[in-house]
């Protein structure tokens, strides 16, 4: 195509389909008269035209209906798929282990997070049962022993061993 050809190119096809403004058409077709290769173009936009069309296809009455429910699931199908990334992800960083430290040291490591874990102290906060007592005691007013739930469970044996020693004092 020859430079000049170029202001041309995109009128071509609107001058084949006969959508070009009338007061460009005898411009491109002095060009075209003059022009080989653009008289080839469009010999070939004309030759496009003349194919028979293919035939429209009428969707099934169903179409809509299926189409959106295929889309659900196709987006169902996404959402767990990236529940199931961040999943592997996690995994993944849990198991990958650093340069040198090997397979069954990784493992071990793991293991040993998870048996942690499983070993952790019950939950810290202090049973209601033994603020009440705390409060019977009079104690309620010192959280440091209240929050010491080890020491309530001895209070019996301290307040005895207290009880002792005065006994030893008296
Ligand atoms: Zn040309």
Not at 52 to 64: G, K, M, R, V, Y
Not at 153 to 164: N, T
Request: hydrophobic letters at 45%; one cysteine or more.
């Amino acid at each position: 195509m020859k430079i000049s050809c170029m202001k041309y190119e995109h009128d071509l096809v609107a001058y084949v389909d006969g959508e070009l403004p009338a007061d460009r058409v005898a411009r491109v077709e002095r060009h075209v008269q003059a022009c080989s290769s653009c008289s080839a173009v469009v010999a070939g936009l004309r030759q496009v035209n003349a194919l028979p069309q293919p035939p429209l296809i009428e969707p099934s009455a169903e179409f809509d209906r299926m189409f959106w429910t295929k889309l659900a699931h196709v987006r169902q199908a996404q959402q767990e798929h990236r529940g199931l990334e961040r999943w592997r992800s996690v995994a993944k960083a849990f198991f990958t282990r650093p340069a040198g430290l090997s397979l069954s040291a990784g493992l071990a490591l793991g293991v040993f997070v998870v048996t942690l874990y499983l070993l952790r102290p019950p939950h810290a906060a202090l049973p209601q049962q033994e603020v009440m007592v705390a409060a019977d005691l009079d104690l309620y007013a010192n959280l440091d022993v209240i929050e010491n739930s080890e020491a309530l469970e001895h209070f019996e044996l301290i307040q005895m061993l207290d009880e002792l020693e005065q006994d030893e004092q008296g």
